[in-house]
């Protein structure tokens, strides 16, 4: 079945430092990948949609400046914390769906990183 | 977007014990599934379900699409059972969260 794999499973980081997560599709090709943000106790937040070759898409309330993407090929996209903060403390999962077909297929989630900013 | 809803919000279930999870949703939606998430976070997909009846061993999910709703059925349940479940759904790609089920599962 289809894989995604996310790394790291967990980072600790001192405020003010940058932190990279990667999420890969190991058996599929992705055009599309998701990013999601879960706190404890909650749901998982959609954050931006990761888009092979061009800009990520936002969404409302999420500061693109502040989590950049990059998905530079179809197997591979990046999140990046910049300049983290303690509130950034959470828990990161990507998703990814095999390029063919497209919406009509599930998603797959990585095992998530788990990031805390002291 | 589309509006998950997600009932009830906690349930505790004697071990044996059958349950029915339930998941609303605003409009119609080309995807849909439900994950059970373990204590490390973990999504493990149970079922793709935009519609129809699926069973994968104790558990079955149906999706009445033209209703806009899905149920998960939990037969049987074991202290393993425990954990959060969330139905996702989505209509252009972009799959939103309920606020899960948080199910504990007694001995």
């Known amino acids: 079945g289809a894989v995604v794999s996310q790394h790291p499973s967990w980072v600790i980081c001192k405020s003010g430092t940058s932190v990279k997560i990667e999420c890969r599709s190991l058996?599929?090709?992705?055009?599309?990948m998701f990013w999601y943000r879960q706190f404890p106790k909650q749901s998982l937040m959609l954050m931006a949609t990761s888009n092979e070759g061009s800009k990520a898409t936002y969404e409302q309330g999420v500061e693109k400046d502040k989590f950049l993407i990059n998905h530079a090929s179809l197997t591979l996209s990046t999140l990046t914390v910049t300049s983290a903060h303690p509130e950034d403390s959470s828990f990161y999962i990507c998703s990814a769906r095999d390029s063919t077909p497209s919406y009509n297929s599930p998603l797959h989630f990585g095992n998530g990183t788990r990031l805390t900013v002291t | 977007g589309i509006q998950v809803e997600q009932s009830p919000p906690d349930l505790i279930l004697q071990e044996g014990a059958n349950s029915t999870l339930r998941c609303n949703f605003s409009d119609s939606v080309n995807n849909l599934q439900w994950f059970h998430q373990n204590p490390w976070g973990q999504l493990i997909n149970l079922f793709y379900i935009p519609s129809g009846t699926k069973q994968n061993g104790r558990l079955s999910a149906t999706t009445v699409a033209t209703e806009r709703y899905s149920l998960l059925y939990i037969s049987s349940s074991q202290t393993t059972d425990s954990g959060v479940y969330f139905c996702g759904t989505d209509s252009w790609g972009k799959l939103q969260f309920g606020a899960g089920t948080q199910v504990v599962v007694t001995p």
């Open positions: 058996d599929f090709q992705a055009t599309t």
